[in-house]
């Protein structure tokens, strides 16, 4: 059923909102903005909410603008494309806004969202997929949006460099080379390629290329299929390292990964410029093909405002946890006394431990290891920390984690989330207890998409 309507606001997911004529029921429409009239085709519905899919945009909103990528109005990477920067910033300071209304009235410092100093070509990292149809028809590219885990092929894509699409078709064209090389079906566990990965250092020009494939052994990739992928791969890019990841899935095991180097350097470098008020400090990380490292450039503005916010002492013991590759961890120990930081990744561990001696950093160790038992140790032998930085994943701290935190009751909690969403729950329950809530200031690290990252620091009362 197709239906003429008019969007008046946007979900929390980014996606347009219009409202049934008939039923009065809010209808999710992706690609779209308050002020669009479209015809939509309605699809699956539940209690409160309809899906609708855009079939035409007939009075489009003021507000948009010519999209530059083909693929704009498939592709779910960037579904805000269409919308004039400038009002992606109000939509994304607004939703900041409402989450943290019940704060605004309190004396806390409210930043404006700071602008992305690069709106197109800033990520560093994109996974691309590997799909087939019935029809055996191969895929490589980005997720259709709302589709579930169908895949285009893709051709352009203004997020990533543009040596990212070339890579795309070689890859492609190799495995046509190899038809019976099926794409891994994650429902039947059946399959071999999984996703091909590509990251970069935007200051360096390092580039890395790491084939994700099944660890399952009746799936697994022959050294013939593996010498032409290093091959194409080397047609389009000069000293790379290329990596292959195997990703073994056991019933009612934890899943495994195992990297296997094939080519090229064994990592790539990025480097960020840290402003200290009273010097400018270049740092340099080492990235291995399973660490985390921020997967936008703008990463470099969210780290000089994370140290201007935090404002440490020389004499605090700072604590850095999910610290990943050790870089916020590493740009605060110039200025703190120690830094101990905690990662479960044994890679960025390791990674962490190269970028201390490489940056001369002599203030921090890092401990490996899940983040709540190694925080419960601490909070058993009461040691005291001045600084904690949490930077968690989407989901949050966790109450455990919480719990922790109130129990070994640091001066100052630096908080960067990159889910607002959680971390506004999070920080009602610290602010509950014993923490006030002194500054926010979001931050746009990924133009054309509703994704915010937020940096909140919480004060002991």
Not at 36 to 55: A, I, S
Not at 222 to 237: C, P
Not at 437 to 456: A, G, K, M, R
């Amino acid at each position: 059923m197709s239906l003429h309507v008019s969007v008046t606001s946007l979900n929390k997911k980014g996606e347009g909102i219009a409202v049934h004529p008939d039923t009065k029921k809010s209808i999710e429409i992706v690609h779209t903005f308050p002020g669009d009239e479209v015809r939509v085709l309605l699809k699956r519905k539940n209690k409160r909410v309809m899906k609708g899919r855009l079939e035409e945009i007939i009075v489009p909103s003021p507000d948009r603008i010519t999209l530059r990528c083909p693929h704009a109005l498939l592709c779910g990477g960037c579904i805000w494309q269409g919308l004039q920067y400038e009002k992606q910033l109000f939509y994304k300071q607004q939703i900041m806004e409402k989450l943290f209304v019940d704060f605004i009235d309190q004396k806390i410092s409210f930043s404006p969202i700071v602008p992305a100093k690069n709106t197109f070509f800033y990520r560093n990292k994109m996974e691309f997929s590997f799909s087939e149809n019935r029809a055996n028809t191969k895929f490589l590219g980005l997720t259709i949006a709302k589709s579930g885990s169908y895949v285009f092929n893709l051709e352009k894509c203004f997020l990533g460099a543009p040596f990212y699409e070339e890579l795309v078709q070689v890859v492609r064209a190799w495995w046509h080379q190899f038809p019976h090389l099926k794409a891994y079906d994650p429902p039947s566990n059946q399959g071999t390629l999984r996703t091909l990965i590509v990251r970069e250092g935007k200051n360096t020009g390092q580039k890395m290329v790491i084939l994700t494939v099944s660890g399952d052994k009746d799936y697994a990739i022959k050294e013939e299929e593996m010498r032409h992928f290093i091959s194409a791969i080397q047609s389009v890019l000069d000293s790379v390292s290329i990596y292959l990841l195997i990703v073994q899935n056991l019933p009612g095991k934890p899943t495994q990964t195992y990297e296997m180097h094939l080519a090229g350097p064994t990592y790539i470098e990025e480097k960020f410029m840290i402003d200290y008020s009273q010097e400018k400090r270049e740092f340099v990380y080492k990235i291995s093909p399973s660490s985390f490292f921020q997967p936008s450039m703008e990463a470099n503005t969210l780290y000089n405002l994370a140290i201007r916010l935090g404002n440490p002492s020389s004499q605090d013991s700072l604590l850095d946890l999910y610290s990943g590759t050790g870089t916020l961890g590493l740009t605060f120990a110039p200025l703190v006394k120690q830094v101990v930081g905690m990662e479960i990744n044994p890679y960025a561990v390791f990674d962490a431990k190269v970028n201390m001696e490489k940056n001369r950093i002599e203030n921090m160790t890092m401990l490996q290891g899940n983040v709540t038992d190694l925080l419960q140790e601490f909070v058993s032998s009461k040691q005291y920390f001045d600084f904690v930085i949490v930077d968690p994943p989407r989901a949050g701290l966790g109450e455990k984690t919480i719990a922790d935190l109130l129990s070994l009751r640091p001066a100052t909690i630096l908080y960067i989330s990159c889910n607002p969403y959680t971390q506004i729950e999070d920080v009602r329950k610290l602010t509950a207890s014993q923490y006030q809530l002194t500054q926010i200031c979001p931050v746009d690290q990924f133009p054309h998409t509703p994704h915010i990252e937020n940096i909140c620091v919480l004060k002991l009362t």
